[in-house]
C-alpha cells in the first residue's frame, strides 16, 4: 500500500486502503519509523516519507483520525520527542479518536531510572548503551551517555508521576503494565525495549 498524506483532523484520504489491514479493528502506531518499529496489521503513522508509514502526518498537531474511531494505540519512544505542551496535545488528541473501550499503549525513557543509573550502574548505563544505541563514546563514560541520551532522545523526558499526571489531566486512566503483557490481545508482544537492557516505562492508558 502506498503511503497516503493526511492533511488535518478527520481527512482520511486512503480511508477505504486503511480499512484492508485485515482486521475489523482499526489499531494505530503513532510514531512508527521504519524497521522494526512498523507494525504489521495495524496502521504506521509517521512524519518521515523516507520510513513509508502508511499515514505520512504531523503528530504535534491534530490527529488525522475521526472522534472515537480507533480501537487501539501503540507508540514507543514517540512521546519523548514531543514539548510538554505538545504531548498534552497529543494525549488529548489520542483520547479524542479512541473508542470508549478502546486502550493506549505507550512506552518511553523512564528520566528517573536514567538518572539513578549514571549515579548508582554507571557500568550497566555505559554497556547498554554500547549494546543497544551503538553510538560510539569518545569517552565511555556514564557522564558522556547521560549528555547524549538526553540531547538525542527528544525534547521532554517523563517520570512516572509526571507522565501520569499528565495523561490523567488529558482524560486517561493510567496503569504501569509490564514488558509485553496486556490484558487485552492486541496489545501483547509489541515492546520492542525489554527492562533489562533499556531505561522504558510501560504504561497503558483508557478513556474515563
Same mark, same amino acid.
Given at each position: 500500500?502506498?503511503?497516503?498524506?493526511?492533511?488535518?483532523?478527520?481527512? #482520511?484520504?486512503?480511508? %477505504? /486502503?486503511?480499512?484492508?489491514?485485515?482486521? =475489523?479493528?482499526?489499531?494505530? %502506531?503513532? &510514531?512508527?519509523?521504519?524497521?522494526? !518499529? $512498523?507494525?504489521?496489521?495495524?496502521?504506521?503513522? @509517521?512524519?518521515?516519507? %523516507?520510513?513509508?508509514? =502508511? *499515514?505520512?502526518?504531523?503528530?504535534?498537531? /491534530?490527529l488525522p483520525f475521526p472522534?472515537?474511531?480507533?480501537?487501539?494505540?501503540?507508540?514507543? @519512544?514517540?512521546?519523548?520527542?514531543?514539548?510538554?505542551?505538545? &504531548?498534552?496535545?497529543?494525549?488529548?488528541?489520542?483520547?479524542?479518536?479512541?473508542?470508549?473501550?478502546?486502550?493506549?499503549?505507550?512506552?518511553?525513557? @523512564? #528520566?528517573? $531510572?536514567?538518572?539513578?543509573?549514571? #549515579? $548508582?550502574?554507571?557500568?550497566?548505563?555505559?554497556?547498554?548503551?554500547?549494546?543497544?544505541? !551503538?553510538?560510539?563514546?569518545?569517552?565511555?563514560?556514564?557522564?558522556?551517555?547521560? %549528555?547524549? !541520551?538526553?540531547?538525542?532522545?527528544?525534547?521532554?523526558?517523563?517520570d512516572r508521576s509526571t507522565?501520569?499526571?499528565?495523561?490523567?489531566?488529558? &482524560?486517561?486512566?493510567?496503569?504501569? *503494565?509490564?514488558?509485553?503483557?496486556? /490484558?487485552?490481545?492486541?496489545?501483547?508482544?509489541?515492546? #520492542?525495549?525489554?527492562?533489562?537492557?533499556?531505561?522504558?516505562?510501560?504504561?497503558?492508558?483508557?478513556?474515563?
Amino acid at each position: 500500500m502506498k503511503p497516503c498524506l493526511i492533511a488535518s483532523r478527520g481527512d #482520511l484520504a486512503c480511508r %477505504n /486502503d486503511i480499512q484492508q489491514k485485515g482486521d =475489523d479493528m482499526i489499531k494505530i %502506531n503513532f &510514531g512508527s519509523g521504519g524497521g522494526e !518499529g $512498523k507494525l504489521p496489521g495495524w496502521i504506521n503513522v @509517521d512524519l518521515d516519507r %523516507n520510513c513509508r508509514p =502508511d *499515514v505520512i502526518a504531523d503528530l504535534s498537531e /491534530d490527529l488525522p483520525f475521526p472522534t472515537a474511531s480507533v480501537d487501539y494505540i501503540h507508540t514507543e @519512544d514517540f512521546i519523548v520527542q514531543l514539548s510538554l505542551v505538545s &504531548g498534552y496535545h497529543f494525549l488529548r488528541e489520542c483520547r479524542r479518536i479512541l473508542k470508549p473501550n478502546g486502550a493506549v499503549r505507550l512506552l518511553t525513557p @523512564d #528520566l528517573e $531510572k536514567f538518572a539513578r543509573a549514571y #549515579l $548508582k550502574e554507571p557500568e550497566w548505563l555505559v554497556r547498554t548503551w554500547e549494546s543497544f544505541v !551503538g553510538l560510539p563514546l569518545i569517552t565511555r563514560s556514564a557522564c558522556e551517555v547521560f %549528555n547524549l !541520551g538526553i540531547r538525542m532522545a527528544g525534547q521532554f523526558h517523563y517520570d512516572r508521576s509526571t507522565f501520569k499526571r499528565v495523561a490523567t489531566e488529558c &482524560g486517561f486512566q493510567v496503569v504501569e *503494565v509490564e514488558y509485553n503483557q496486556s /490484558d487485552f490481545a492486541a496489545l501483547r508482544g509489541l515492546d #520492542l525495549r525489554r527492562p533489562h537492557e533499556s531505561i522504558s516505562m510501560y504504561f497503558e492508558c483508557y478513556p474515563r
